[in-house]
């Protein structure tokens, strides 16, 4: 009863949000979703951040009224501040109140906030805020400490604005704190802020790839680019006005209150979903009754390991429509054992994409188990259809740029080749990085392509098949190798959690070998037979014609992974030890 009684409840919000106007993208601002939820449904929940505090749980809420007038205030002391449109600001601040307000309040001034992944590193940040040249900093004071001890934006930071803290550490800083700006105001802080109208491609962010396959570039996000974001959450996944997120990913949770939708942000740190109280997400989404989740495969698994295993009571979150993970596919094993904590009519929506595009294609959990087979015996990973309006395309494995697009270009189904996509998602280009851009985009009359830098297939049903990073693929004199088409077939081995497939060089030659990452229980078992292991690996390998030139396998200890995913395997590392091993 509580799940129809909820259902209806929404339908209802929905009815009285949607009544909006349609509006030309044209001079307009994303923030104008926000503005008719606060015009329509001022009172309910925008967005609620959850903080453990001495073993308890307690939450900061906020209602769309409340932070419609609070990112109106913030963005009114930016520009007296002087901050005004088409200057740069980089935000670090930790997901909280403040976090949505500043952003909104950015985005209605037309100030670019430039968005980076903490967890990238000190040397890439500092490429970064280089590269950005960003006009202010705003941050947190462990943000702003760093800044000053690694020289972060360092001959372009005018503007110092320090959220939390006292005013006199935000002093010591040497800028101003974001309350004592507030506070040093004018009257224009009661009136609602004329927000920024913008063009389909002026510039809204600088969003920053992680670096995790390579050295972080800035995307550029247009208005147009956001808006395609907004469409197909609401057209593609069916997210409505009045739903509740259990967003643990900052960029995602933004989309929540651009929606109509509650953002519900526990109390973790996003770069490294591993590390997350799973008692701490079950309980927010018990308390909001969260009718959306989003979780990268690190936190999949987190969740359902937490949940699984004798002696533990089944637990079932009723409340969940659906889950979206992106970021990294997940793996099949990890997501079975997820969705037995969901309804039986609930599906994990796995979509592929990257900073430069998302979302792109996407397959709900259902179809995904249904190509175990397929994927286990060397086909790569299903990652769906394309979504409406985006177009996937094959073409050859190339690493010379292309200029111009051409339909010849595209290869015919089950061929493997380079991913590449159009669709109002698309970014158009890096910035200030033309030679990147260069490579990665293909003029396409007056739209862009994007090259993925993956490698995949498209099937006689139109689903995209993904095979690994272009990178990351292995070529012999005789063969060509791909990463996850082969490590899928030695992966089903009980006792192997993992495996990489890198190039190594012997007698002048490349060759194929499969790093290979044993299972906790093969690890603890004192009297495991590594010779045993190695001959069953051999036997898989020539039972495949993908794999049955690789004969050479070492055992590492642990497979050197990124921090937000722990599934994004760094080959480059792993080839290099190997080698060193061979050598040795």
Excluded at 116 to 127: T, Y
Excluded at 204 to 211: R, V
Excluded at 503 to 522: F, G, I, Q, R, Y
Aim: hydrophobic fraction near 40%; charged fraction near 20%.
């Amino acid at each position: 009863l509580h799940r129809v009684d909820r259902r209806q409840r929404q339908m209802c919000i929905r009815d009285r949000v949607n009544v909006e106007p349609k509006q030309s993208l044209k001079n307009a601002n994303l923030c104008r979703h926000l503005i008719a939820a606060a015009q329509q449904t001022p009172q309910a929940l925008a967005v609620a951040v959850q903080k453990n505090k001495h073993g308890q749980l307690r939450y900061h809420e906020i209602n769309f009224e409340q932070l419609n007038q609070r990112s109106d205030e913030i963005a009114h002391a930016l520009t007296v501040y002087g901050l005004n449109k088409g200057m740069k600001a980089v935000l670090m601040v930790t997901p909280s109140i403040d976090f949505f307000a500043l952003t909104f309040a950015l985005f209605k001034a037309g100030i670019v906030p430039i968005l980076v992944d903490p967890g990238m590193g000190i040397n890439n940040l500092k490429q970064c805020f280089a590269e950005s040249k960003p006009d202010a900093f705003i941050g947190i004071p462990k943000a702003h400490i760093a800044r000053i001890l690694f020289g972060w934006g360092k001959g372009s930071v005018t503007k110092l604005l320090t959220v939390g803290g006292s005013s006199l550490l935000a002093k010591l800083i040497g800028g101003i704190s974001l309350s004592r700006l507030l506070k040093k105001g004018t009257n224009k802080q009661q009136q609602a802020f004329d927000m920024v109208k913008l063009a389909d491609d002026d510039i809204s962010a600088i969003l920053f790839t992680s670096g995790s396959t390579g050295t972080p570039k800035g995307v550029v996000y247009s208005h147009k680019m956001f808006e395609a974001q907004i469409t197909a959450l609401k057209q593609d996944y069916a997210i409505q006005p009045g739903e509740r997120d259990l967003a643990t990913f900052p960029l995602f949770s933004l989309f929540g209150p651009a929606l109509g939708m509650a953002s519900i942000v526990p109390d973790m740190d996003a770069s490294k979903p591993i590390e997350a109280n799973p008692a701490f997400i079950f309980a927010a989404i018990e308390k909001y009754q969260c009718s959306n989740l989003f979780a990268n495969p690190a936190l999949i698994e987190v969740l359902g390991q937490a949940a699984s295993g004798k002696g533990k009571p089944q637990l079932t979150l009723t409340s969940l429509q659906r889950v979206i993970s992106a970021g990294a596919p997940a793996t099949l094993p990890s997501i079975k054992r997820f969705i037995k904590l969901l309804n039986p009519d609930v599906q994990v929506l796995t979509s592929y994409g990257a900073t430069e595009s998302l979302p792109l294609t996407k397959i709900a959990s259902d179809d995904l188990l249904q190509t175990t087979d397929i994927t286990n015996n060397g086909g790569g990973i299903c990652v769906g259809e394309a979504i409406d309006g985006v177009e996937v395309s094959i073409i050859e494995i190339t690493e010379q740029p292309i200029a111009n697009w051409q339909n010849a270009l595209a290869l015919p189904v089950n061929t493997i080749g380079e991913i590449v996509v159009k669709g109002a998602m698309v970014s158009r280009d890096y910035y200030h990085r033309e030679s990147a851009t260069k490579q990665a985009k293909i003029q396409d009359k007056s739209q862009v392509r994007h090259r993925m830098g993956d490698l995949g297939y498209i099937d006689e049903r139109g689903r995209l098949w993904m095979c690994g990073r272009k990178a990351h693929r292995v070529d012999t004199d005789s063969k060509r190798f791909f990463s996850i088409p082969c490590e899928r077939i030695f992966n089903v081995h009980e006792d192997v959690k993992r495996t990489a497939l890198v190039a190594v060089t012997l007698n002048n030659k490349t060759l194929p070998l499969l790093c290979v990452e044993l299972t906790d229980e093969a690890k603890e078992n004192k009297d495991f037979d590594l010779s045993a292991l190695f001959s069953q690996l051999k036997v898989i390998a020539l039972n495949n014609k993908q794999t049955a030139a690789i004969a050479h396998f070492l055992i590492h200890d642990k497979f050197p992974v990124d921090i937000r995913h722990n599934a994004k395997i760094f080959r480059e590392k792993l080839a290099v030890w190997a080698q060193a091993e061979l050598e040795g």
